[in-house]
């Protein structure tokens, strides 16, 4: 069976772009969650979404923005990009965020800002 | 505000020489302590997840045990290949939003 996949796998960009993540969970799974993990870091919570909706939102500012769709694949939007924005994006399913259902994690878009 | 403590940050072993890692938490109401292992340039990939005080769960060299306070995961005769990050992540009460630490880097030598 196939894990979560993300796309693309790595992207570099300059300050000020604007850049899309894409996940895809594991067959099943209708809850997606965005971490940011930035280098020697553990990862940090940026959204969760279930069927559709925002179920929770990290410390992150607005140029942060998430959607998930009828077949429960999500976007992660980054606007305005600024050089701390360079990390590790990691992308986790899990079938129902109300339960303690593990999240499984995707390897990751590795974004660079220059 | 929930939090996640680990230590060390680094260990280095040598092959067969069994230690600990540790992971506290301070976290209102917890649903579940999830421990993962992420290799250099991937995603964290699931080990073990506890939910109470007293709970133990072991797979191959690993065992990881919870306590109201703390977590440990005991890697016994390390090999080469249990080099790697080990993360300790929580769970609270409202919804599965994971809070994570800083994870602890191993390196086992042959």
């Known amino acids: 069976d196939a894990g979560v996949t993300q796309s693309p796998t790595h992207l570099i960009k300059t300050r000020g772009q604007h850049v899309t993540l894409r996940c895809s969970p594991i067959?099943?799974?209708?809850?997606v969650s965005w971490y940011q993990q930035v280098l020697g870091q553990g990862p940090q919570f940026i959204f969760q979404?279930?069927?559709?909706?925002?179920?929770g939102r990290g410390n992150f500012p607005d140029r942060f923005s998430a959607r998930q769709f009828p077949n429960y694949s999500s976007e992660l939007n980054v606007n305005a990009l600024l050089l701390g924005d360079s990390a590790l994006y990691l992308c986790?399913?899990?079938?129902?965020?109300?339960?303690?259902?593990?999240?499984?994690f995707g390897p990751g878009t590795r974004l660079t800002v220059l | 505000e929930d939090q996640v403590t680990q230590s060390p940050e680094a260990l280095r072993l040598q092959e067969g020489e069994s230690s600990s890692l540790n992971c506290s938490y301070t976290?209102?109401?917890?649903?579940?302590l999830f421990w993962y292992r992420q290799d250099p340039g991937k995603g964290p990939e699931f080990l073990f997840t506890?939910?109470?005080a007293g709970e133990e769960k072991e797979k191959e060299r690993l065992k990881a045990t919870l306590t109201k306070k703390e977590s440990f995961l005991h890697i016994t005769a390390p090999k080469p290949e249990d080099s790697a990050t080990y993360l300790c992540?929580?769970?609270?009460?409202?919804?599965?939003?994971?809070?994570f630490g800083g994870g602890t880097r191993v390196l086992v030598k042959p």
């Open positions: 986790a399913s899990s079938f129902n965020p109300d339960s303690t259902d593990t999240q499984y």
């Open positions: 067959s099943g799974h209708k809850s």
């Open positions: 979404y279930y069927e559709k909706e925002e179920r």
């Open positions: 976290v209102s109401g917890l649903r579940g």
């Open positions: 506890l939910y109470s």
């Open positions: 992540a929580v769970a609270q009460a409202a919804g599965n939003k994971l809070t």
